[in-house]
C-alpha cells in the first residue's frame, strides 16, 4: 500500500488589536523599566484582548484566513484540534465552538493541552491522523489568552506573555510534508509554571464571571478569579535553565529522526518565550541567527499561539521557500516539551484570489444560519420533551 504524508497547505494568524507596550507597565505603577524587560527577554509589546474576546474568537479568525490559503471549504475538514490551555470553558471543548462557527459539519473536536508545548503536539497529533489515512484535512490551531490568568501586580510574570492564535491546516500528501515529531514531558517540574484550580473558583462563585486580572469582565472567561491561587505563577529561572536544555535536544532528536543535519536547516522556529533562551538554543545546534525566527519583540510569549503565528509571519515575510527544511521547537508547563521538521511542499500566495473573501464571507454566514437553525430544532425539541415530561435524549 502507498505511504500517505501530511503537509501544511493552509495557515493562518489573529492577534488582538489592544497593543500593550512596556512602559504601560511603569505607568501601572509596577517597578520595573522598559530597559529591563527588553534586555532580559527581547520583549518591546504585546497583544492584549478585551473584556469580551475569548479563545475561540481568535481562534476562529486564525482558522478563518487558514481555510482560505488552503482552499478548502467547511465540510472538508475531518478533525479540529485546538491546542489551548486558555479554553473559553472547562466544556465544551473550544474546537466545538470553532467548528460550530465554521460550520464544519464533518469534523470531530477536541482540544489539547500541553501548554506552549501545545501546538507542535497538535501537528504531531494530527500529521499521524492524515498519515494513517483516519483523517484527509485537520484544522490545528493553537490560540491562547494569558492575559486573563495574569496577576498584574507580579513583574516577575506579567510582562512576559501576550495574546494570540494561529492555525494552520494539514491535508495528504504524496511527498513528506511533515517528517518527523518528537513529544516529551516531566511532571516532577509540574509546580514550576502553573494556573491552578480556576474551574473551581467558578464553580463556587456559582457561576458568576469574576472580575479579570487586567481589570475587566469577562464573559466568557472570567474564571481567572480574584484567588492568588489563580494566577499564572512561575519559578523564571529554573524554567529558563531548563529550556535552554530541552529546546535543543528535542530540536537535535527530531533532526536525527529525520535524517537533517543543522546544515540542512533552512529555518529554526522556536518557542517564542524569552531572545535569550532562543539565542542559547540556537548557539548549541550550531545555527547562525540568520537562521533562527524570532518575533517576540512583537508579541511576547502567546503560548501555544506563539509558534503558527511565527510560522505564519516567516511565510509572509519571505523566510520560506518550497523545498525548506523547517524545524520547529517548544517547551512549556508540564513540563512538557515537542519538536517537530518538516519540509515546506506548497507555493507561498502572494495575495489570495480576490473573490476568496466574497466565498469566505457567503460560506460563514450559512454556517451562522445552519448553526441557528440547529438551536431552533434542539430548543423546540426540549419543550416538547417538557411537555411530554421527558429528558433530552
Ligand atoms: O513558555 C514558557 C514560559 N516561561 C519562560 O519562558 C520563562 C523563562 N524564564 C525567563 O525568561 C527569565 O527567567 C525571566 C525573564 C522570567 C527572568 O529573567 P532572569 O534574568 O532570570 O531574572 P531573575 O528572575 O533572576 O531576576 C533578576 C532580578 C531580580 O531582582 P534581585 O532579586 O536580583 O534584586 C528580580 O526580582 O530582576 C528582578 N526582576 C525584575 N526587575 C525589573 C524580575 N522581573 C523584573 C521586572 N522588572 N519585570
Redo the contacts with the bound molecule.
Keep these: 500500500m502507498k505511504r500517505r504524508y501530511a503537509e501544511i497547505a493552509g495557515w493562518g494568524m489573529y492577534v488582538p488589536p489592544r497593543v500593550m507596550p512596556n512602559d504601560t507597565f511603569v505607568t501601572m505603577g509596577l517597578?520595573?523599566?522598559d530597559e529591563?524587560?527588553f534586555s532580559?527577554?527581547g520583549i518591546e509589546r504585546r497583544r492584549v484582548v478585551e473584556a469580551d474576546e475569548a479563545t475561540s474568537d481568535m481562534a476562529t479568525k486564525a482558522a478563518v484566513q487558514a481555510m482560505a490559503v488552503a482552499g478548502l471549504h467547511s465540510g472538508d475538514i475531518d478533525l479540529i484540534v485546538v491546542a489551548t490551555c486558555t479554553p473559553d470553558h472547562v466544556m465544551p471543548a473550544t474546537a466545538s465552538i470553532v467548528q460550530d462557527r465554521l460550520g464544519m459539519l464533518n469534523a470531530g473536536a477536541m482540544d489539547l493541552n500541553a501548554?506552549?508545548s501545545g501546538f507542535v503536539y497538535a501537528l504531531a497529533t494530527s500529521a499521524a491522523q492524515v498519515e494513517s489515512g483516519r483523517a484527509k484535512n485537520v484544522l490545528v490551531i493553537g490560540a491562547d489568552e494569558l492575559s486573563i490568568y495574569l496577576n498584574w501586580q507580579d513583574?516577575?510574570t506579567c510582562?512576559?506573555f501576550g495574546d494570540g492564535a494561529g492555525a494552520v491546516v494539514l491535508r495528504q500528501a504524496k511527498e513528506p510534508g511533515i517528517m518527523g515529531s518528537t513529544m516529551g514531558s516531566d511532571g516532577s517540574g509540574a509546580g514550576l509554571?502553573t494556573i491552578k484550580g480556576a474551574s473551581r473558583v467558578r464553580a463556587s462563585s456559582n457561576g458568576t464571571p469574576g472580575g479579570s486580572a487586567n481589570g475587566h469582565e469577562k464573559a466568557t472567561n472570567g474564571a481567572a478569579a480574584a484567588a492568588d491561587e489563580n494566577y499564572l505563577t512561575?519559578n523564571?529561572?529554573q524554567?529558563?535553565r531548563w529550556?535552554t536544555q530541552i529546546m535543543p535536544r528535542a530540536a537535535e532528536q527530531v533532526m536525527a529522526s529525520s535524517g537533517l543535519k543543522p546544515e540542512d536547516i533552512s529555518l529554526f522556529i522556536p518557542?517564542q518565550?524569552?531572545e535569550r533562551?532562543m539565542k542559547a538554543t540556537a548557539k548549541r545546534l550550531g545555527l547562525p541567527p540568520e537562521k533562527v525566527f524570532s518575533n517576540v519583540r512583537e508579541y511576547g510569549?502567546t503560548?501555544a499561539a506563539s509558534i503558527p503565528i511565527a510560522l505564519c509571519e516567516a511565510l509572509s515575510t519571505g523566510r520560506v521557500d518550497v523545498g525548506d527544511y523547517v524545524v520547529l521547537s517548544s517547551?512549556?508547563?508540564g513540563l512538557s516539551w515537542a519538536a517537530l521538521a518538516l519540509r515546506w511542499s506548497v507555493p507561498i500566495p502572494s495575495h489570495v484570489a480576490p473573490w476568496r473573501p466574497i466565498q469566505r464571507q457567503v460560506a460563514s454566514r450559512m454556517a451562522a444560519v445552519r448553526s441557528v437553525l440547529r438551536r431552533g430544532e434542539r430548543s423546540v425539541r426540549t419543550r416538547i420533551d417538557k411537555t411530554l415530561g421527558k429528558g433530552e435524549d
Design positions: 517597578d520595573t523599566s529591563w524587560i532580559r527577554t501548554a506552549c513583574r516577575s510582562v512576559l509554571l512561575m523564571g529561572p524554567i529558563f529550556a518557542h518565550a524569552n533562551i510569549n503560548s517547551f512549556g508547563a
